[in-house]
């Protein structure tokens, strides 16, 4: 006759009570914060591409 499994000791999510935790976690962050870090996020990006291309290591056309 099989046995049943012993129920674990530890508090076992499933994968439907994990993604409901991750989505209200998810959802309770401000609308703000999020907005602050993309636009960090896209200075970030703007101030690494500006960077590069004025450090291009072309000589200038002008003469002294």
Do not use: C
Not at 34 to 51: G, N, W
């Amino acid at each position: 006759m099989p046995t049943k499994p012993k129920p674990s000791a530890k508090n076992v999510e499933g994968d439907f009570d994990k993604f409901t935790n991750f989505m209200q976690r998810l959802v309770a962050v401000p609308h703000s914060e999020i907005k602050a870090k993309l636009d960090a996020e896209k200075r970030a990006k703007k101030r690494k591409r500006t960077s590069k291309t004025s450090a291009s290591g072309h000589a200038s056309n002008e003469k002294d």
